[in-house]
């Protein structure tokens, strides 16, 4: 793996993680949104699955650390992780003009996993059903502002790809 290649992972990471702890917008009685996943669905865009993977794994779940959510720290290294794998998959896979069901498979994974990962906490279907109300405001949060800010961000990261060309 390249230099530039490792510097992209670790500057992917580190934002995911970021907007995951930083910018956050409270919800009532639903917790709040972050935009964390966001950066995994745009890093998705322009690395491979692996990469993405890594970056969404290791971002979140170092913001779950350190934001003294730690029993989610496993789980969320998993959950995102696969989210980063599998929307950078699609992505790469599907013709362009239906490239945003790969965003649209992220958030799903993301809010999935973490109904399954609820349930394995607390162990009950039903009462773990008002958290994916708010992972639902999340997933579609996040999947709408990575809509939106797909094409300046594909236009900003391959200018930064020059710079490191030269």
Known sequence: MSIRKIVICGFGAALTFLLTVFIVLPIPAMGYVNFGDSMILLF??????????????V???LADVYLGYSQYAIFTLIIKGAEGLIAAYLFHALPKKIRIVA???????????YYITDVILIGDFIAVLPAVQGNLVQGGSCFVFAC???????RISKQQVQLFKE
Request: hydrophobic share 65%; glycine share 18%; net charge neutral.
């Open 148 to 154: 939106i800010a797909y094409q300046p961000f594909l």
């Open 44 to 57: 998705a865009t322009i690395v491979n699955p692996a990469a993405a993977a890594f970056i969404g794994g």
């Open 59 to 61: 971002g979140s779940a």
């Open 103 to 113: 965003f649209l498979a992220g958030a799903l994974i993301m809010i999935g996993g």
